[in-house]
């Protein structure tokens, strides 16, 4: 057991770039979320998949930001024209089932410029 | 008014002090989640309870549905507890994933 494992940790972009984050979950989970943890504050649902299927999108999950999962084992989260308030940490847990703990990634902290 | 409030915000301990952090929530809950968040973003699940009280070595969850409220407690608090913990619930008809997550509250033990 590895753990969930996120790629890039750091990423520092300007506005208006494009961003690609990774998460690896552990193997044999099933589910994996995707989270949004601004400095101060909690973490945020972002999305979440079940295999291979996006079942569940936040509001916060605006156009900019999609979000795959095509195999069933890795995903990425893409934000398009990056702006200032993107900046945050970016949580991925995944889970092997509904009644399971969630195990989290160390994140991708975002810095757009 | 957040959902799910946490208190208190900081707290600052001496090594072996018996420490409380709460938590209140508002809407209806299927499932309470305890997190620790350590220095540099990593999060581990502490416990996910339902009902009733949980254990785990120096860590006491307890929850009560009735009045929507769950505390945290450590004993024998040591300086590697030092982190934020966060308290989450998922909403009644919620997925698993679709947290509401308190904003954490820090906590400093001192050797």
């Known amino acids: 057991d590895t753990g969930v494992s996120q790629d890039p940790r750091h990423k520092i972009t300007k506005r208006g770039q494009n961003v690609t984050f990774r998460c690896d979950p552990i193997s044999e989970h099933n589910r994996l979320y995707w989270y949004r943890q601004t400095l101060g504050q909690g973490p945020e649902f972002l999305t979440y998949f079940q295999n291979e299927a996006q079942l569940e999108k936040s509001r916060l999950l605006s156009d900019r930001f999609s979000a795959e999962r095509p195999k069933g084992s890795f995903s990425t989260l893409e934000i398009q024209r990056t702006e200032q308030g993107d900046s945050a940490m970016y949580l991925c847990?995944?889970?092997?089932?509904?009644?399971?703990?969630?195990?989290f990634g160390n994140g991708t902290r975002l810095t757009v410029t | 008014k957040n959902e799910v409030e946490q208190s208190p915000q900081n707290l600052t301990a001496q090594e072996g002090e018996f420490i409380t952090i709460n938590c209140s929530y508002s809407?209806?809950?299927?499932?309470l989640h305890w997190l620790q968040q350590h220095p540099g973003g990593g999060i581990v699940s502490l416990f996910m309870l339902s009902s009733g009280k949980k254990k785990h070595g120096r860590l006491i969850a307890t929850i009560n549905i009735q009045e929507k409220h769950s505390s945290l407690h450590i004993t024998a608090s040591h300086p590697r507890d030092s982190a934020v913990y966060i308290c989450?619930?998922?909403?009644?008809?919620?997925?698993?994933?679709?947290?509401?997550f308190g904003k954490g509250t820090k906590l400093s033990v001192k050797p």
């Open positions: 809407v209806g809950i299927s499932a």
């Open positions: 989450a619930v998922r909403d009644y008809g919620g997925s698993q994933g679709n947290l509401i």
């Open positions: 847990a995944s889970s092997a089932d509904s009644s399971s703990p969630l195990h």
